[in-house]
């Protein structure tokens, strides 16, 4: 991009690059950035804020962003101060005390409610792990099912120290499935990028 004044509207990661840096950012919609129901939605939202201010010059060369909307507390200080570590120390220690990812080894189990609650019932749980669930998943896709064919999930937690026995526990239990041929259907994510 040539290096004079211009007024430069870009999407998410099409940023163009200016040789000298742009004078000002303005980053919209803060709010929207960080309001998902995602495990992830902190950290997604910093790394693009980072990436966008990382084209602005210098503040001391007159460089500056302005982060635009009510955005969530922890990734705003954390673009403020320029922190990206900071936050991901904060995010693991909240991560510990909850039991959710990466501090704990997940195992999603979801798909009709009679082979998932089968499957899980064969699960010979580690020291340490945990089921929650199975729940009704929401969505679109099962909203219209009636409710005897409507999906559920059931979450399966364990420390990291036993994350390999969860796995091939799981494993087990889904080729145990398979070779008796068990009606249903169960789709199996570990440690599956979201959760909600």
Same mark, same amino acid.
């Given at each position: 991009?040539?290096? *004079?004044?211009?007024?430069?509207?870009?999407?998410? !990661? @099409?940023?163009?690059?200016?040789?000298?840096?742009?004078?000002?950012?303005? =980053?919209?919609?803060?709010?929207?950035?960080?309001?998902?129901?995602?495990?992830?939605? !902190?950290?997604?939202?910093?790394?693009? /804020?980072?990436?966008?201010?990382?084209?602005?010059?210098?503040?001391?060369? !007159?460089?500056? +962003? +302005?982060?635009?909307?009510?955005? @969530?507390?922890?990734?705003?200080?954390? =673009?403020?101060? /320029?922190?990206?570590?900071?936050?991901?120390? *904060? #995010?693991?220690? #909240?991560?510990?005390? =909850?039991?959710?990812?990466?501090?704990?080894?997940?195992?999603?189990?979801?798909?009709?409610?009679?082979?998932? #609650?089968? +499957?899980?019932?064969?699960?010979?749980?580690?020291?340490?792990?945990?089921?929650?669930?199975?729940?009704?998943?929401?969505?679109?896709?099962?909203?219209?099912?009636?409710?005897? @064919?409507?999906?559920?999930?059931?979450?399966?937690?364990?420390?990291?120290?036993?994350?390999?026995?969860?796995?091939?526990? +799981?494993?087990?239990?889904?080729?145990?499935?398979?070779?008796?041929?068990?009606?249903?259907?169960?789709?199996?994510?570990?440690?599956?990028? #979201?959760?909600?």
């Amino acid at each position: 991009m040539p290096d *004079r004044p211009a007024l430069v509207v870009a999407t998410i !990661g @099409a940023e163009p690059r200016c040789a000298s840096g742009y004078h000002v950012a303005a =980053l919209l919609d803060a709010a929207i950035s960080t309001s998902r129901p995602s495990l992830q939605v !902190g950290e997604q939202a910093l790394h693009r /804020w980072l990436s966008a201010a990382s084209l602005v010059r210098p503040a001391s060369d !007159g460089g500056v +962003v +302005v982060l635009v909307g009510d955005a @969530a507390p922890g990734p705003t200080q954390a =673009l403020v101060r /320029w922190d990206p570590a900071g936050f991901a120390a *904060r #995010e693991l220690v #909240e991560r510990r005390e =909850l039991g959710l990812p990466p501090a704990v080894r997940v195992a999603a189990l979801t798909g009709s409610r009679d082979a998932v #609650e089968a +499957v899980v019932a064969r699960i010979d749980l580690p020291d340490g792990a945990e089921v929650l669930g199975p729940v009704a998943v929401d969505g679109p896709a099962t909203m219209e099912l009636s409710p005897l @064919a409507q999906e559920v999930r059931a979450v399966v937690r364990a420390p990291l120290a036993v994350a390999d026995a969860l796995s091939r526990a +799981v494993k087990v239990s889904m080729a145990t499935r398979s070779a008796r041929r068990e009606g249903g259907t169960v789709r199996v994510q570990i440690d599956p990028v #979201e959760l909600l």
